[in-house]
């Protein structure tokens, strides 16, 4: 009854090769989120959706982007991934984009740059 | 800014003992709060939030929280620590007075081991 998938738990890549993070979700809700948490670092926002509408952080790098298709499904996109880009990156959802909203996390996929 | 200071990245404690768990916010606004929970290969859950409601908040699996303004803490407590509450804990924050997208920041988090 999982409710936030995220696929796959582990991916590798090399240094410069494109690579997607996909999340699903079934609970229906209207924003997205994916956030990036670096070894011992607090996880942080890279952007979200709310419905269509992509809202990107200040400080997120283009060589991020995202694309979220319909209501089920969001991607994460890194275009030419960098040493430093390793990290968990976790996909979240939450019914409404009020400040107290309850967000619901996926598992996370940890990503290797090799 | 708003931000989430966490204090101590490792905290042990035997199982049936106290659970502290210590978070400081800074907010130019009356906050949102939350502690949210990772237990190992899961995803972040919610413990319990604070929304101005009442000042001691009451989570699942027993945990609870008080927002103390004076002091700008919200510190998450647990009267007897089971085996079963090792994990990750993140304090965070909505910067958001209300109105404007859910964009929670956290803190660096907080990993307790409960010993036998």
């Known amino acids: 009854d999982a409710m936030v998938i995220q696929n796959p738990r582990y991916q590798v890549t090399q240094f410069g090769k494109p690579v997607t993070l996909s999340c699903s979700q079934t609970?229906?809700?209207?924003?997205m989120y994916w956030y990036q948490q670096k070894s011992s670092q607090a996880p942080k926002l890279l952007f979200h959706?709310?419905?269509?509408?992509?809202?990107n952080e200040a400080d997120t790098p283009d060589n991020f982007q995202s694309r979220r298709p319909n209501t089920s499904f969001c991607f994460l996109d890194i275009r030419s991934p960098g040493l430093g880009d390793a990290a968990m990156y976790l996909c979240?959802?939450?019914?409404?984009?009020?400040?107290?909203?309850?967000?619901?996390f996926g598992s996370g996929t940890q990503l290797s740059v090799l | 800014a708003q931000s989430v200071t966490q204090l101590g990245s490792h905290v042990s404690v035997s199982e049936g003992a106290l659970v502290l768990l210590r978070c400081n916010y800074s907010?130019?606004?009356?906050?949102?709060l939350f502690w949210y929970v990772q237990y190992p290969n899961q995803g972040l859950q919610l413990l319990l939030k604070y929304t101005s409601a009442a000042t001691l908040v009451k989570g699942i699996n027993g945990f609870e929280a008080e927002f103390k303004k004076s002091e700008t803490s919200f510190h998450l407590t647990k009267p007897s620590a089971h085996m079963s509450d090792a994990a990750e804990y993140f304090c965070a924050v909505s910067p958001w007075g209300g109105g404007a997208t859910n964009k929670l920041i956290f803190g660096t988090g907080t990993l307790l081991a409960v010993q036998p």
């Open positions: 979240a959802t939450s019914r409404g984009a009020g400040p107290n909203e309850k967000l619901f």
């Open positions: 609970l229906n809700h209207n924003v």
């Open positions: 907010s130019s606004v009356p906050p949102y």
């Open positions: 959706y709310y419905d269509k509408d992509f809202n």
